[in-house]
T-cell receptor
Framework: ETGVTQTPRHLVMGMTNKKSLKCEQH?????MYWYKQSAKKPLELMFV???????ENNSVPSRFSPECPNSSHLFLHLHTLQPEDSALYLC??????????FGSGTRLTVV | GQNIDQPTEMTATEGAIVQINCTYQ??????LFWYQQHAGEAPTFLSY????GLEEKGRFSSFLSRSKGYSYLLLKELQMKDSASYLC????????????FGRGTSLIVHP
């Protein structure tokens, strides 16, 4: 357990479904991130929240919608996904510009 | 942005020493991270280098040469549990403090 908890660990969803991924940290970190990890590709930064404010959105399709209600919780809402969106979705948190603490990820399969 | 290159896969024998290289190109360097990621698990922080030289932490050491745009992670007395993916990530001095990740090197340790 790293201190960053992601649920669910595994998710299978149809292209017409709506689901949400959850991330939670109680490390006192002020920044939270969503990354996508696909096979043979570098980690792709999706969204960054600093003190609950979104500071980066790396040209992510609108079918991915983040939400950060407070500095300890981060959600990724999913709707009308495509099979190519199947990947490991990692949440991370950090204190200012220190190194990241990652969650174990949600393995998403879109069918 | 950065251009980060590391080998895709390496194999080594238990008890041996292995060196995983990472080269990068960036307009303004501001730190290099190494992370370890076991299959299905969270990436975990190994080291952070911002100045030239060797940083040693037990069986793991990380080296940086800023003038050459080069780092390596050295793993000594390899154990089977060291089989994992090793991610190099570079941060630059551009507005964002967020590092860019390489594709990772998959290390297989065999008996």
């Amino acid at each position: 357990e790293t201190g960053v908890t992601q649920t669910p660990r595994h998710l299978v969803m149809g292209m017409t479904n709506k689901k949400s991924l959850k991330c939670e940290q109680h490390l006192g970190h002020n920044a939270m991130y969503w990354y996508k990890q696909s096979a043979k590709k570098p980690l792709e930064l999706m969204f960054v929240y600093n003190f609950k404010e979104q500071t980066e959105n790396n040209s992510v399709p609108s079918r991915f919608s983040p939400e950060c209600p407070n500095s300890s919780h981060l959600f990724l809402h999913l709707h009308t996904l495509q099979p190519e969106d199947s990947a490991l979705y990692l949440c991370a948190s950090s204190l200012r510009d220190d190194g990241y603490t990652f969650g174990s990820g949600t393995r998403l399969t879109v069918v | 942005g950065q251009n980060i290159d590391q080998p895709t896969e390496m194999t080594a024998t238990e008890g041996a020493i292995v060196q995983i290289n990472c080269t990068y190109q960036t307009s303004g360097f501001n730190g290099l991270f190494w992370y370890q990621q076991h299959a299905g698990e969270a990436p975990t922080f190994l080291s952070y280098n911002v100045l030239d030289g060797l940083e040693e932490k037990g069986r793991f050491s990380s080296f940086l040469s800023r003038s050459k745009g080069y780092s390596y992670l050295l793993l000594k007395e390899l154990q089977m549990k060291d089989s994992a993916s090793y991610l190099c990530a570079v941060r630059d001095t551009g507005g964002s403090y967020i590092p860019t990740f390489g594709r990772g090197t998959s290390l297989i340790v065999h008996p």
